[in-house]
């Protein structure tokens, strides 16, 4: 209509000014660190009886679901990205906690380096998006 502000696909103005992009941005290179997990295994040739195998399929999942939501959403839900953090946290642990460290040397690595970029991207994330909730007031 006339006079209304255009609607992003979202169901977010497209004139918001509290939200930048660097949300959505933030959270797209945690999908796709969680696709990179989900192919991982297949295309670092992990050991077919491998935990890490398992591991990485299932926190690949969990990391990409919840970030998808973010990438078309920024505004809604911010605490996924806290709990992908959180997942990212695990995955720098997990080599170690999991023993993966005696099994795959390439696994532990990845899980390292994938864990480290999930915990600075989703923590990018969910601070903008707390923080442009916080400039537009509504908490």
């Known amino acids: 209509m006339v006079g209304q502000p255009s609607q992003q ?5 497209a004139d918001d000014k509290h939200m930048p992009p660097a949300a959505s941005a933030a959270s797209a290179v945690t999908l796709l660190a969680g696709i990179w997990l989900l192919l991982a295994p297949s295309v670092l040739d992990y050991p077919a009886g491998s935990s890490a195998r398992g591991h990485d399929i299932v926190i690949g999942s969990a990391l990409a679901v919840l970030a998808v939501v973010r990438v ?3 505004r809604d839900v911010p605490w996924f990205s806290v709990v992908n953090v959180l997942l990212g946290g695990w995955l720098v642990m997990a080599p170690f906690v999991l023993d993966h460290i005696a099994d795959i040397g390439v696994a532990m690595a990845n899980d390292v380096v994938v864990g480290l970029i999930v915990v600075v991207s989703a923590a990018t994330s969910a601070a903008t998006t707390f923080a442009g909730r916080r400039r537009a007031g509504d908490s």
């Open 9 to 13: 696909w979202a169901g977010q103005p």
């Open 72 to 74: 078309v959403a920024p």
